[in-house]
Structures are given as C-alpha cells and as structure tokens.
C-alpha cells in the first residue's frame, strides 16, 4: 500500500497533488520491478464530503498530469466515525450522552494506543 491516510495530518499529511504525484512514483517503481504485484491507494481516514473532494482532486491530477486515470489494483476508505472540524481539530464522541466519556481536542494519535488530549 502506498501511504496509509495519506491526508491525515498525523500520516501522510499530503495535498492531493502531492500524494498523485508519490502515488505515481512508487507505483511506477514496484511495477517495473514486479509487473504482477498489487498496489493498493492509501485509504482515507473516513468517506466524508471532505476527504472525496480530496480523493477526486488526487485523481484529477493523476490524470491531468500523467494522462491516464490512476492505475489502483487495490482501493480502500477507511470507515471511521470520526467528526471532523477546522484547523486541525477533531471530536470524537466516545460514548455520547454520558458525562465524561466525550474526547474533545487536539488528540495526539502517535503517542500511545489509547488517544490522550495533548496538554
């Protein structure tokens, strides 16, 4: 796979024409080197408005630039639920409805498995 949430600011943190363009290099690469590999897409975070207006951008300079629709062999979107807000900032709603269950801030993902709000 190349890239894993490749628009995430916590992954990839890619533009679409950025990530067309790494997308284009590697998969160029592995299939010169092994023409019956599968490539998969980086999957992003979740299927909101949002993130397809940045997958169709991608797409839209694959094809612009390269002249061809992008070859994926294997397309992913990851399926979390996540509520998504400006600047950076998410919510997640743990368990909504009860007191003290609610994660709210700029969470820092890389520190550990369970998402602690940076201080």
């Keep these: 796979m190349s890239g894993n949430e490749p628009e995430c600011i916590w992954q990839g943190n890619s533009t679409p024409e950025q990530y067309a363009d790494v997308y284009h290099q590697l998969y160029t690469f592995i299939k010169a080197r092994n023409p019956t590999a599968r490539v998969a897409i980086g999957g992003v975070v979740e299927p909101t408005p949002l993130r397809l207006e940045w997958l169709d951008r991608v797409l839209d300079h694959y094809q612009t630039t390269y002249g061809e629709t ?42 550990s498995a369970d998402a602690s709000p940076k201080t």
Excluded: A
């Excluded at 992913?76 to 509520?83: A, R, T």
């Design 70 to 111: 992008i070859p994926v062999d294997v397309w992913n979107i990851h399926l979390h639920s996540l509520q998504e807000m400006n600047e950076g900032v998410i919510t997640i709603s743990l368990l909504p409805g009860l007191p003290g269950h609610t994660l709210t801030g700029d969470v820092d993902w890389s520190s």
